[in-house]
T-cell receptor
Framework: KAGVTQTPRYLIKTRGQQVTLSCSPI?????VSWYQQTPGQGLQFLFE???????NKGNFPGRFSGRQFSNSRSEMNVSTLELGDSALYLC?????????????FGPGTRLTVT | DQQVKQNSPSLSVQEGRISILNCDYT??????FLWYKKYPAEGPTFLIS?????DKNEDGRFTVFLNKSAKHLSLHIVPSQPGDSAVYFC?????????????FGKGTKLSVKP
């Protein structure tokens, strides 16, 4: 079974621009969660989508948004990029149902904002 | 306030010996815990998990112990191998919360020396 895939793997953007990251979950998984990893803050939860609906949201500004499609693929968008948005963005998929809490991560998208 | 803490940023162990990675938590609502391993430039890989109704779970060389009264869990790796060198993250979730909201510790970097 194929794992979680994320595209692109690397991205360089300028302050003020916007960016869209993509995530394809493991086949059969309906939940996709997004995390931001930085050296200082570690892994921080951004949001989770389940069956095309945002089910939970972390403590990030509204510049960070996402969506999920009917095939469970998900996109994350960051508008008006700031230098502090430079990070590794990870997506994770899971069944998203009670009793199934293991999340499986993709390789991440390394975003650099200059 | 950090709800999941890994107080040792690094650990060095000789090949063949036991590695013990520790994790403390503050939120008594957590009732499922997971360990992930992360290599540089890759996403975290799920290792092993434990429910709060258990105090031990084994999978091959990996054993997780949970002490609910102390709000403490540990991951034992026996015997340690050089390929185990990576950053290990402890994560927690509560059944009452969203499936997607894993709370991570900041990680412990394990080095296994040949």
């Amino acid at each position: 079974k194929a794992g979680v895939t994320q595209t692109p793997r690397y991205l360089i953007k300028t302050r003020g621009q916007q960016v869209t990251l993509s995530c394809s979950p493991i086949s059969g998984h309906r939940s996709v969660s997004w995390y931001q990893q930085t050296p200082g803050q570690g892994l921080q939860f951004l949001f989770e989508y389940f069956s095309e609906t945002q089910r939970n949201k972390g403590n990030f500004p509204g510049r960070f948004s996402g969506r999920q499609f009917s095939n469970s693929r998900s996109e994350m968008n960051v508008s008006t990029l700031e230098l502090g948005d430079s990070a590794l963005y990870l997506c994770a998929s899971s069944h998203g149902t009670t009793g199934s809490y293991e999340q499986y991560f993709g390789p991440g998208t390394r975003l650099t904002v200059t | 306030d950090q709800q999941v803490k890994q107080n040792s940023p690094s650990l060095s162990v000789q090949e063949g010996r036991i590695s013990i990675l520790n994790c403390d938590y503050t939120n008594s609502m957590f009732d499922y815990f997971l360990w992930y391993k992360k290599y540089p430039a890759e996403g975290p890989t799920f290792l092993i998990s434990i429910s709060s109704i258990k105090d031990k779970n084994e999978d091959g060389r990996f054993t997780v112990f949970l002490n609910k009264s102390a709000k403490h869990l540990s991951l034992h790796i026996v015997p340690s191998q050089p390929g185990d060198s990576a950053v290990y993250f402890c994560a927690a979730i509560s059944y009452g919360g969203s499936q997607g909201n894993l709370i991570f510790g900041k990680g412990t970097k394990l080095s296994v020396k040949p």
